[in-house]
């Protein structure tokens, strides 16, 4: 199945249920026209980082099911997957046979070799401060190879997850038989993971290189284009970096509004609500959470240093149990930019307040995108976080079918799941359509979304202030109808 305009559930295979033929069940039975895609973490064989360290794309991980399940969900559901375009596994094939074969190896050139990389006599200091980096060394990983010589390899993010040269012949087969084997099998979307690093360049801080990204960037296109599926850039940076993928036309990431969001809740205040709605594209996917934590850096010129400061204090004061440590090396949090809870906990396990973030996450343009845990207004796992000391499994709670049945009969969670429900419906959130954003006041914000023939449209007026808030449609014939309010009964 193909990208439609419907909202789509991010799950990791293993998060609602056990596996892919439970997430199969709970979608029919629970999410039957809540979501119409599923972007479905990485699910193959994996040395770490929660699956982003792939050994094998043409295998399941057999814990999850087999191809078939997948194939069963892609019948239902337009699917994403990722494709992690800066790094494979140290465990997959290709890295085993370098150690193992070195400079003989076929795979010799798919990875990038830190000393030919540098001219004699670098890197200096001066290069390595300049590399754009998340973590507080060098991106370097030292190999030892089965005939006893040492060699270090560039290696940007964990010890297991090895950067990839994009520029090398190998490489770019790698590329195209990985994602035409993941488009033969049912991916509607092609989710690029850690794309502004796959290129690396003498001179350069090694992030988003122009124009060399873009020619990258091409190349793939060149690959997904013709079979009709779509390429999504993940990039967590300053949304200028994200405006240049809307500007050339692709699909990107609304990293910023989750912040902003929480924000404009915070101090009641719309207008940074307001002025970052008016400037979306409608060419994006909208997130207030994701498997990672609550990036800060995505906001950036968007709201104020001091305002950021502000959000991020009451994010600590106002959070159920979010707590800076929880951040930090302690909890093995390498990346500063980001805050590790949940969404309902950073706006302390409030339903109302939840609700009215989702609501404007749905009239925001684009495609709204929700986080399994956020899906069921999740509160932080503090027992999952203690028990692993990884500070972002305070967001990754494991749901047993038993929890979902509970968990769905919230007051909070049936009035998302009819507001997504609306979402998916009504002709007013057409992506060719139009939208208006007034702020009547400090603390008011009206957004009026349009369908593009004019016939259909749907309003969001809320009060940042008092979290009060109305949905209303206008339908072809006229009619005015009341559809959701704040106090999460569903009227219509």
Known sequence: MKLTNKAMLITYPDSLGNNLKDLQKVLQTHLDGVVGGVHLLPFFPSSGDRGFAPMDYTKVDEKFGNWDDVKKLSESYYLMFDFMVNHISKQSKYFKDFQQNHNESAYRDLFIHWDEFWPKGRPTQEDIDLIYKRKPKAPVQTVKFADGQKEEVWNTFGEDQI?????????????KNTLNFLIDHGASIIRLDAFAYAV??????????????W???????????????????????NYHIVRKITDHDYFSYDFALPIVTLYSLYSGKADRLAKWLKSSPMKQFTTLDT?????????????TDDELDYTKAEMYKVGANVKKVYSSTAYHNLDVYQINTTYYSALGDNDQAYLMARAIQVFAPGIPQI?????????NDLDLLEKTKEGRNINRHYYSMDEIDQETQRPVVKALFDLLKFRNK???????????????????????????????AATLS???KTQQFTITETTSDGQTNEVLTSNLAIVK
Request: cysteine-free.
């Open 291 to 303: 498997h990672d934590g609550i990036g800060v850096v995505d906001a950036k010129d968007i709201l």
């Open 371 to 379: 986080y399994y845990v956020g899906l069921l207004a999740g509160k």
């Open 200 to 213: 690396k360049k003498l001179g350069t801080n090694d992030f988003f290189v122009e124009p060399e990204i």
């Open 426 to 456: 009504s002709q007013a959130f057409d992506l060719n359509g139009s939208i208006d954003v007034q702020q009547p006041s400090d603390n008011e914000i009206v957004v009026t979304r349009q369908s593009a023939d004019g016939k259909v």
């Open 462 to 464: 809320a009060n940042l």
């Open 163 to 175: 950067d990839m040269d994009v520029t090398k012949e190998v490489t770019k087969k790698f590329i």
């Open 215 to 237: 020619d990258l960037l091409k190349e793939i296109s060149g690959i997904t284009e013709p079979r009709d599926t779509t390429l999504l850039p993940e990039i967590h940076e």
